[in-house]
């Protein structure tokens, strides 16, 4: 069981709600951030040091997927990008980051993927994170998602993130997708990075 499943309050990764706030900004300006944040409940911002109250960061997902549908998942994908720079900037160390860039795609990708999977109760909070293999993932119980019900896969911040890991340093034209999601009735959503323009 992950850590982030122990305990009265599953907690996830701050950046769930640090990365999205400037997205909101940017996109809607800070007026409209302030209502948003007010509508999640959200009364204060974390400081970045600690895990937070996962289901603070799915109400703020939530609020801003049905206050702004349009935008949703636009501010969905630059939170997830500003995530993932966040975890190259300080939290994957520079030598690392340089053997995974020199190895072929086939050998780092497997590397990458053991690495987000050690790490996964951070983004997956009390959900249940399975890597299938090199090229794909699961995440059960998505707490940033559950309980809604969509037409189309809502999972953008967490595809984010992993397309820009990938494409960091795997191969530059690594592209994510959520090819199911849990808010489709989908027992688990399913993220699956494939190269945009040559083979593995």
Known sequence: M????????????????????????????????????????????????????????????????????????????????????YILAHRIPRGAQRVLKALPAALAAPVLARAISRHAWTFAGSGAFRRRDAWTFEIAGNPLIRGESSPVPLCVWHAAVFERLYAALVAPDCRCEEVTCAAQGSDACRFHIRRAYSVR
């Open 2 to 85: 992950s850590p982030a499943a122990h305990g009265p309050a599953p907690v996830i990764g701050p950046n769930a709600v640090l990365q999205m706030v400037p997205a909101i900004a940017r996109e809607l300006g800070p007026p409209r951030l302030a209502d948003i944040l007010a509508r999640a409940g959200v009364a204060s911002l974390p400081d970045g040091t600690a895990m937070i109250p996962e289901e603070d960061a799915a109400r703020l997902h939530r609020t801003l997927r049905e206050a702004e549908p349009a935008a949703a998942r636009r501010i969905a994908a630059a939170a997830g990008l500003a995530t993932a720079n």
